[in-house]
């Protein structure tokens, strides 16, 4: 009974602070877009214009719903959960903190500890972009379909990429739970050491992976105005919007645990963070939330650098590029494991 | 003789690119720390340079009277004839220093009526370089609206009540101030 209530509560605020990310990244793409262009960017809701995504929010929910007379009405209306939902969804399983000790209970921070830990994210960012598959044929207009069947086709290529990169985490590993992955690299060091090239392909595969530039075909606004979410307005758009930003921040917390050790605090041992106590879980807590955003920064700051790929260098260089580096990676790996055992 | 330039072709090491990414990064985040270039409007305000064609103003004699003796030079400049002006008899006494000697010499006249259009007008300053008696200026102001077309146009008092707002330089400074 009581791990039911832990769990709950768990979810509430795993939910609650995922939630409070989707909007601190609005603030700082906008924020942070506009200090790379020389401008300051909205600073007048709030100090600073921290409340800048509320008053964006007030905004999608007071405007008109619309929706058009030629779409197909269900899948119209449901499209934009089924992007947002596998993306909160798969922050589920990414441990985000040490255990600690509470009335004798070990309370795992980490809401679900699935034996198929890394192929559940996997699923779900691959359901997520049924969302945007969904919400362009639903449309039923030219350019929305553009859009989907280009975020279909991207998805496919870019998700091999991103699997292969993982198989040679998880041959280092040997399994596929996430307090594994991060265990073992407390034990070993991080896999960004360990797998350098790895890390750089499913980086790369992410951006792909989340249709955020320069990978960003499905929107790409002046091409396909838009993209799979022309026909969409007010909070259904908001929904597609907020889960592009929150895929973003699940795959941060991926590519974290993955490669950076998840919540283990550099330079600081297990047993040093043990004897630490409930400060402990709260300096591996932020050490886990202070690696996320980096790699959301870098998003943002990759996405006002880079131009956008066109159609076809993007499928060479997922296919031609990319998948031929992952294979090698896990021959390189296998060799390598072979030698030293 | 046509000169080649050769195609470019990118060095062995160039097709990474990571590299180049990584520079345009660095790019980017040297712009994320430089001065910001926006001007907080209403809070701040742009000083215009000197010579700015902005609102106009009737000039005023440091005895407070009116330099305009009605001549309708500025009318007959006014490329988009926004400005109207009907002279009466003039209601000072002792007649004025004068610039130009010829209109000294004829009967004083004084502008009865002053009106400028400001909607009609296209800031050219053509009226500023017909007057003889320097008495219609441009002035720095730029942020002026107008609710309806009727107060648009500028009559003789509010143009001389420009003048007061403007005498003393920049307004925009004395303003911030």
Redesign the interface.
């Known amino acids: 009974m009581f791990n039911i209530w832990i769990t709950l509560i768990q979810i509430v605020v795993v939910f609650g602070v995922t939630m409070l990310g989707i909007m601190v990244c609005i603030y700082l793409e906008r924020r942070?877009s506009a200090?790379?262009?020389?401008?300051?960017g909205p600073n007048r809701t709030g100090p600073k214009g921290l409340l800048q995504p509320i008053a964006d929010g007030i905004k999608f929910f007071m405007k008109e719903d619309i929706i058009p007379d030629f779409v197909i009405r269900w899948l119209y209306i449901l499209s934009p959960g089924i992007l947002m939902a596998p993306a909160l969804l798969g922050i589920a399983v990414i441990p985000f903190g040490k255990p600690f000790e509470l009335f004798g209970y070990t309370i795992p921070m980490q809401i679900a500890d699935l034996n198929i830990g890394i192929l559940y994210i996997l699923a779900m960012t691959s359901i997520g972009i049924y969302g945007l598959v969904l919400g362009g044929w639903s449309s039923n207009s030219k350019y929305p379909l553009l859009g989907g069947l280009r975020s279909s086709a991207q998805m496919i290529s870019y998700e091999l990429t991103m699997g292969l990169a993982i198989v040679s985490v998880l041959m280092a590993t040997g399994s596929m739970l996430m307090s594994d992955i991060v265990a073992e690299q407390m034990q070993n060091g991080w896999f960004i050491w360990r797998q350098p090239l790895a890390f750089?392909l499913f980086w790369i595969a992410i951006f792909a992976e989340t249709n955020r530039l320069p990978f960003d075909m499905t929107e790409a606004e002046q091409e396909l105005v838009g993209g799979y979410h022309t026909e969409y307005s007010s909070m259904k758009f908001a929904m597609f919007f907020m889960g592009e930003y929150a895929s973003m921040i699940t795959v941060s917390a991926l590519i974290t645990t993955l490669f950076l050790g998840g919540w283990a605090v550099p330079f600081v041992s297990l047993e040093t963070l043990d004897s630490f106590g409930i400060w402990g879980t709260l300096l591996s807590v932020a050490s886990f939330v202070a690696k996320t955003g980096f790699f959301i920064l870098v998003y943002i700051?990759?996405r006002?650098?880079?131009p956008r790929f066109r159609y076809d260098q993007l499928m060479r260089l997922g296919w031609k590029v990319l998948l031929p580096i992952a294979l090698f990676n896990i021959v390189l790996t296998g060799i390598l494991m072979a030698v030293w055992k | 003789m046509g000169t080649i330039i050769k195609k470019y072709e990118p060095k062995w090491s160039d097709r990474f690119y990571l590299v180049a990414i990584l520079q345009g990064m660095m790019i980017t985040l040297k712009h994320f720390f430089r001065k910001k270039i926006t001007i907080e409007y209403p809070d701040v305000k742009r000083q215009p340079k000197p010579g700015y064609r902005g609102l106009h103003r009737l000039n005023k004699h440091e005895d407070g009277k009116i330099k305009c003796v009605a001549c309708g030079m500025c009318a007959s400049a006014c490329p988009a004839d926004a400005i109207t002006v009907i002279p009466i008899e003039s209601p000072y006494e002792e007649s004025r220093p004068s610039i130009s000697e010829k209109y000294a010499q004829s009967e004083e006249r004084f502008p009865g009526t002053f009106e400028i259009n400001e909607l009609r007008c296209i800031f050219c300053g053509m009226c500023e370089e017909a007057c003889p008696e320097a008495a219609i200026e441009l002035t720095e102001i730029y942020d002026f609206t107008y609710l309806a077309r009727k107060q648009a146009i500028m009559d003789k008092e509010s143009l001389l009540d420009i003048f007061d707002k403007t005498k003393n330089g920049n307004f925009y400074l004395q303003e911030a101030k």
């Open positions: 942070v200090f790379l262009q020389d401008r300051l750089v700051w990759v006002w650098t880079l």
